[in-house]
């Protein structure tokens, strides 16, 4: 039997089959308008800036690094332009090891380069280009180019380079720059213009590099660089140029450095010079030193381990962070407070019969027999220790303390660079802070009177003696010391002075400032001064104070020998002075470690330091200038002339040959 087909039936539903796949075709149709209209209309907007977002990038421009200058205008650092080969780790397709064996093949890679580059990676995020070789020559570069399709995730870049010309010269005033480590970033995405270090690979690490950090940098530009579809820029669509970072002018003269550098040869040691009546620090010397060279790519581990176990301590910034006993340099500042204080006169003598007795125990003078009749000129002329242990003894630590503080004596200067130590001026009340076991906070009046002789607890930065004895020769006028005199601005040359005015004014008489300095005279001018050996011939008057400092006690009985010691336990040479006498355009404080008395080692250095600044004369040039005998009795002061004419019996400058060693 044949079955018929219902063709009204499959009629019907082939076309409900139509209908519906037009109904969806239909929707889908209206969907896509739909969608289409939102992307086109109502968020094209949006979707545009995306898609110039992504067809634009913004790239930081990294500005020129502000120059460092000296006083002269001695370019102390600068920048220059050089090309390195550098790597993505991110973007590497083969192994690190392998890749960079390829890479030797075409550009002289050394063992060092591999370290510094695997310790970058580690201080470094694994998308940021480093450099595996720095100052590549065009020669390199050629080659790499040519190859340039083998190695993906290596790339050359021009890059501004950091250079010290003078290599190891001030190299502790200077600093250097190194690049952003993690903890440098992490510290500046807390800044509030952290957005102005994008693109920038170094910042400073040390010295006048990292305390000016921001003027040095400048401001960060921007340019917007349209970009293909695979990253590679087609044309630059805007620019905003960067502003280089601020020069620096220093107060140094970098040539007194020199000369200063040169002098102190192999010994270890510290020496700032400042120029009284304005706080610039002229020469700030801290012996041994180092290239600041080695840093600015990352230094090789070689090198490091050398500067870093060195017994000498070449990275120990001496001069802001060395703590030294003053020695005798101390004393015109005792005679001073003695004045002031109404303690002493010019003409009150003591008889110094070689030692002190005080509770029972015995204070030697540096003489044995002591000085015989002594007044307060002789005290410092001959630093004679008796004086100024009786002196510290009617003084008391508490008024020591209160006299000395406004000189900068265990106070922070505020000099332009970070670190710099405090120093200990003691006192009753820093005696209790400093020690937790009540009979080690107590003051035992025996312990005052080694601080009469710069001994004790004093501990000063050579810094800080230096401005200590800049501000008596300023006749108690106090100046910052400053090694940045100028920041000038790169564009403009628009010149702003650092410290344009003094700070403040410590309250002494003049004519006992005036004593003290007719004193200092006398250790560089009188035949029995303990400095008169090395200003013989002296072509200016300087004033001075030697002093030796003990690095380790003598015992009861027990005399010094230099000759029965190690060498790091030899005392310290320091010497004290300000040039010309009348009118002093210098003041210096030097101290060489473990150097023996003041007047052999520090007092050379000085005399050279300043035959080369107020005559321009090097260690070098034969001195073709008769030797002067300087009339001290010319530049006495009045008030203590008249005094000595008072005294019956009291003793009178010159006559006598020499006193202690000091």
């Known amino acids: 039997m044949t079955e018929l087909k219902n063709t009204e039936r499959e009629l019907h539903l082939f076309r409900m089959r139509l209908l519906f796949i037009g109904v969806f075709v239909f929707i889908c149709f209206c969907l896509l308008v739909s969608r289409f209209v939102w992307l086109q209309i109502v968020k094209h907007d949006q979707y545009a800036l995306q898609a110039d977002e992504n067809r634009i990038s913004i790239v930081p421009v990294v500005p020129n690094r502000g120059l460092i200058m000296d006083r002269n205008g001695v370019v102390l650092a600068q920048n220059y332009s050089a090309y390195t080969l550098e790597i993505t780790p991110s973007k590497i397709t083969t192994d690190l090891d392998v890749l960079i064996d390829d890479l030797s093949q075409l550009v002289d890679i050394q063992p060092k380069h591999r370290k510094r580059f695997r310790k970058l990676m580690e201080d470094s995020k694994s998308f940021e280009s480093l450099p595996i070789r720095t100052r590549l020559t065009d020669e390199e570069v050629a080659r790499f180019t040519a190859q340039r399709f083998r190695f993906p995730g290596v790339d050359i870049q021009a890059r501004l380079f950091r250079q010290y010309p003078l290599g190891d010269v001030a190299s502790h005033v200077i600093g250097y720059i ?57 044309r630059t669509l805007s620019r905003s140029a960067p502003t280089s970072g601020s020069n620096l002018i220093l107060s140094v003269d970098i040539e007194l450095q020199k000369v200063v550098e040169e002098a102190f040869g192999d010994r270890r040691g510290a020496l700032v010079a400042i120029e009284p009546e304005t706080g610039d620090v002229l020469a700030f010397v801290s012996k041994p030193t180092y290239d600041p060279n080695l840093f600015v790519e990352g230094i090789d581990q070689q090198s490091w381990n050398e500067l870093n176990t060195s017994e000498e301590k070449p990275l120990v910034n001496r001069p802001l962070t060395g703590s030294y006993p003053p020695g005798s340099t101390y004393k015109p500042f005792m005679a001073l407070a003695a004045l002031e204080l109404g303690k002493r006169t010019p003409s009150q003598a ?29 005290s410092i002329v001959m630093s004679c220790d008796t004086y100024y242990y009786m002196l510290a003894n009617d003084l008391g630590v508490d008024a020591i303390h209160d006299f000395m503080k406004p000189f900068g004596f265990g106070q922070k200067t505020g000099i332009d660079l970070e670190h710099e130590k405090q120093g200990v001026l003691p006192s009753t009340s820093w005696k209790r802070a400093a020690y937790k076991k009540p009979a080690q906070q107590r003051w035992y009046a025996g312990e ?121 336990l030899h005392d310290h040479s320091l010497f004290t002075a300000f040039a010309p006498a009348d009118h002093p355009r210098i003041a210096l404080a030097i101290i060489v470690e473990n150097g023996g008395f003041g007047a052999e080692a520090a007092a050379p250095i000085v005399r050279k330091a300043l035959d080369y600044y107020l005559l321009g004369k090097r260690p070098q040039d034969k001195d073709k200038t008769p030797a002067q005998k300087v009339d001290i009795s010319q530049t006495r002061p009045e008030a203590e002339v008249k005094a000595d004419a008072e005294s019956e019996g009291g003793p009178k400058p010159g006559g006598e040959t020499t006193g202690n060693k000091d």
Do not use: C, W
């Open 178 to 234: 190194g690049r952003i480590s993690q903890k440098d970033a992490d510290i500046i995405d807390d800044l509030e213009d952290a957005s102005n270090y994008n693109g920038t690979d170094y910042i400073g690490k040390e010295g006048l590099e990292k305390s000016y950090e921001k003027l040095l940098h400048g401001n960060t530009g921007f340019e917007e660089v349209e970009v293909s579809a695979g990253g590679k820029a087609l």
């Open 350 to 378: 003591i008889s110094d019969a070689g030692f002190f007795m005080f509770g029972g125990h015995r204070f030697n003078d540096d003489k044995p027999g002591g000085h015989g009749l002594i007044d307060m000129y002789r």
């Open 448 to 568: 005052t009177i080694s601080l009469g002789i710069g001994q004790g607890y004093n501990t000063f930065t050579p810094l800080q003696m230096a401005h200590a004895i800049a501000t008596l020769a300023n006749n108690g006028v106090v100046m910052k010391p400053h090694l940045v005199k100028i920041v000038e601005d790169p564009k403009t040359k628009k010149r702003t002075l650092t410290v344009p005015s003094e700070s403040f004014r410590i309250p002494l008489k003049q004519e006992n400032i005036d004593i003290i300095k007719h004193a200092m005279i006398g250790v560089t001018q009188e035949t029995f001064g303990t400095g008169y050996r090395a200003f013989a011939g002296a072509e200016y008057v300087a004033a001075g104070k030697t002093g030796t400092a003990q690095v380790v006690s003598i015992k009861k009985n027990e005399k010094y020998d230099s000759k029965r010691m190690a060498k790091n």
